[in-house]
């Protein structure tokens, strides 16, 4: 049964109704909307047909609505999203160069990892990210990164939960996780083998700001089969720093990159080193 609106403001109702479309639920009815918006179907078919007139749903087959261009337009505008896209892109090139499987940025959304860009090579590892997808905090090896520098009322709150368990390697149990964040405040990098896949390893470190807070998590996907996956941390890791100065974050004397670095195994190509 829909629940009562009274109080709630159109446009609650409406972004409440925006948010049900994921990569996994792409075109709705209005029935499923209804039902997943907790609304009654007038109420939704009002707001559907209004967004549909805005341009911000647009007519799918099947008497689905899907998100229209306009969003995705408005969305692009974003100054945050522009800004550290444009400002990481290019090293992200050169470490996908490096890593030649799956090279991504994410930015903390509640207590999701929203990506915002995503590099594949072809014939990579199976990769579930997305660009604009979302994945859990807990479970990603980015999430783990903005987890651990995020504020200590988020990491209270995500240590109290019951958190899900999606591989055998997820960390689900609450001193584990603050030991492992713990680590990764450390160590500045974490490494998270099949924590969400059984076919891939995450490794991440941290992107900061002009004020040196974590602003986002560069990561990479291989697989998991991968023997040594910290071989790539040091090129991971000159990468992240190189976004992180150019999005205007203090410099220590330990961040300043050399021009020469360890080689990659099997390739006479030098990988750079934080």
């Keep these: 049964m829909a629940r009562s609106n009274a109080g709630e403001s159109v446009l609650s109702r409406a972004m409440r109704i925006l948010r049900l479309f994921t990569s996994s639920s792409p075109a709705l009815t209005v029935s499923e909307i209804a039902r997943r918006a907790d609304l009654p179907v007038a109420t939704a078919h009002r707001i559907v047909n209004e967004l549909v007139g805005l341009g911000a749903l647009d007519r799918a087959e099947g ?44 930015v903390l959304q509640g207590t999701d990892v929203l990506y915002l860009e995503r590099l594949s090579a072809r014939g990579a590892v ?18 783990l990164v903005l987890l651990a520098h995020s504020p200590l009322e988020l990491q209270e709150e995500v240590l109290s939960w019951r958190l899900r368990r999606y591989t055998a390697r997820t960390v689900t149990d609450p001193a584990h996780l603050r030991s492992l964040l713990a680590q990764v405040r450390h160590e500045g990098f974490v490494v998270a083998a099949q924590m969400i896949s059984q076919s891939g390893t995450g490794v991440a470190a941290p992107v900061r700001g002009g004020d040196g807070e974590v602003v986002a998590a560069l990561s990479i996907v291989i697989p998991a089969a991968d023997p040594n996956p910290r071989a790539l941390v040091p090129a991971l890791l000159a990468a992240s720093r ?13 961040d300043v990159l050399r021009s020469h670095g360890p080689r990659l195994p099997g390739d006479g190509r030098q990988r750079l080193s934080p």
């Design 63 to 106: 008497k689905r609505v899907r998100m229209g261009y306009q969003l995705w337009e408005l969305a692009s505008r974003s100054s945050r999203v522009l800004d550290l896209r444009e400002v990481a892109m290019p090293f992200m090139e050169d470490l996908q160069a490096v890593v030649r499987q799956h090279t991504q940025i994410g």
């Design 242 to 254: 190189g976004i992180s100065r150019a999005m205007g974050a203090p410099t220590a004397d330990e």
């Design 126 to 143: 199976r990769n579930i990210t997305k660009i604009a997808g979302r994945l859990p905090i807990h479970a990603t090896s980015a999430g």
